[in-house]
């Protein structure tokens, strides 16, 4: 069974480092995207960044470029979030997602899109002072 | 604001069927995916690409896609269904991988 367990809750103050982690289990980890997607309280889900952990390639989106790092440990199916300085703003729950790419052809190009089939449970992070 | 656009809420009768849409000019190019998730769960992808259901997923559920406009019908609503829903396609200059929408919370009555 393809599975991702995510690490706990974190509870935090403002200025404070964190790394949640997401380990694979099932599937050749090395051989899929894994995204992270935050959801702050009562909000919608937004894209973060997404990261091969074949290679390491690692891509954000533009809202969280610079605010979180993204990474991965292949040797042991296990990718990571990152903040180097906690804010109260970040309190959310993390998901991770495989990620799998699929496509179109169309007007002589290709057209791929992406999409999560499997989902960790998430971790919840809580950053008050 | 999203570059993909969905109506915050849907109402459904038990039973009836039930039209989700997502906006967007990407979707002019790229195929939609889309994720149910109940209150306290993690999203579960329940349509991605033309119209594909993964494995568990109940063929009540179907995607399709129509100019800026992809589609998640839904036939026969069941009480099971309600749920908020959401979108995810690539941004319209197709340099963002994936964006959300901003999810329809799904009644069903």
């Known amino acids: 069974e393809v599975q991702l367990v995510q690490s706990g809750a974190e509870v935090k103050k403002p200025g404070e480092s964190l790394k949640i982690s997401c380990k694979g289990s099932?599937?050749?980890?090395?051989?899929?995207?894994i995204g992270w997607v935050r959801q702050m309280p009562g909000k919608g889900l937004e894209w973060m960044g997404i990261?091969?952990?074949?290679?390491?390639?690692?891509r954000y989106s533009p809202s969280f470029q610079g605010q979180v790092t993204i990474s991965a440990d292949k040797s042991i199916s296990t990718a990571y979030l990152q903040w180097s300085s906690l804010k109260a703003s970040d309190t959310a729950m993390y998901y991770c997602?495989?990620?799998?790419?699929?496509?179109?052809?169309?007007?002589?190009?290709?057209?791929?899109?992406?999409?999560?089939?499997?989902w960790g449970k998430g971790t919840t992070v809580t950053v008050s002072s | 604001s999203s570059e993909l656009t969905q109506d915050p809420a849907v109402s459904v009768a038990l039973g009836q069927t039930v039209r989700i849409t997502c906006q967007g000019d990407?979707?002019?190019?790229?195929?939609a995916s889309w994720y149910q998730q109940k209150p306290g769960q993690a999203p579960v992808l329940v349509i991605y690409?033309?119209?594909n259901r993964p494995s568990g997923i109940p063929d009540r559920f179907s995607g399709s896609s129509s100019g800026n406009t992809a589609s998640l019908t839904i036939t026969g609503a069941q009480a099971e269904d309600e749920a908020d829903y959401y979108c995810?396609?690539?941004?319209?200059?197709?340099?963002?991988?994936?964006?959300f929408g901003g999810g329809t919370k799904l009644t069903v009555l």
């Open positions: 997602a495989r990620v799998l790419r699929g496509y179109s052809y169309g007007r002589k190009r290709y057209y791929y899109y992406y999409y999560m089939d499997v």
């Open positions: 690409g033309k119209n």
């Open positions: 990407s979707l002019r190019s790229y195929y």
């Open positions: 995810n396609s690539r941004d319209s200059s197709g340099n963002l991988d994936v964006v």
């Open positions: 099932g599937y050749s980890f090395t051989s899929y995207w």
């Open positions: 990261i091969y952990p074949g290679d390491s390639d690692t």
